[in-house]
């Protein structure tokens, strides 16, 4: 028994496990670009939360959970962003965050990997994948994922006033990380 119980503790530290990184929201960005009438845009949120557990060699013990305070949108136009903040966009009176968790993370055969899972904006709760990119140096590292959202799909800028808003919106976050 005393050596099976010695053989299990000196085996402990080759199993992997999934680290929790703690997000440096002054050097990261959530942003999107998007355009309107055929006039190119960027936006971003300067408030955001993620709480990111994250391994390469772990990836079914990963996770992803992250909170957009949608008021905080910044696109550098105050008549766009009151627009966004509307009740037409994100109606951040009644919808005031938008919040993404993910359900299972994937490699791929030439080593891309792909984070599965839910975001709720508005009342509409969609199934969203996010091509990560993870790069550690020690305790520090840098997250980056992008994908392209269908705006139609969360009910944001849906009337026919603004079909000359772009259909899709391709979002990108660089999140710097440490260990914690």
């Not at 055969?109 to 709760?125: F, I, K």
């Not at 919106?169 to 999140?175: K, S």
Request: charged share 25%; aromatic share 10%.
């Amino acid at each position: 028994m005393l050596r099976t119980l010695l053989m299990c503790t000196l085996l402990l530290p080759a199993v992997a496990f999934a680290r929790d990184w703690q997000v440096d929201a002054a050097a990261s960005t959530l942003g999107f670009t998007g355009s309107y009438q055929g006039e190119a845009f960027t936006g971003r949120f300067k408030s955001f939360e993620a709480q990111i557990r994250y391994d390469a060699a772990d990836l079914a013990t990963a996770r992803f959970d992250v909170k957009v305070d949608l008021a905080s949108v910044d696109t550098t136009s105050s008549e766009r962003d009151d627009t966004l903040k509307g009740s037409d966009f994100f109606a951040v009176a009644k919808f005031p965050s938008a919040h993404f968790v993910t359900s299972a993370f994937s490699a791929g055969s030439d080593g891309s990997v792909t984070a599965q899972g839910q975001l709720t904006l508005r009342d509409h709760t969609r199934p969203v994948t996010l091509k990560v990119k993870f790069a550690a140096d020690g305790d520090h590292a840098t997250l980056s994922v992008d994908t392209v959202l269908k705006r139609a799909d969360f009910g944001v800028g849906s009337g026919s006033d603004w079909d000359d808003i772009s259909a899709e919106i391709p979002v990108h976050g660089q999140l710097k990380l440490s260990a914690r």
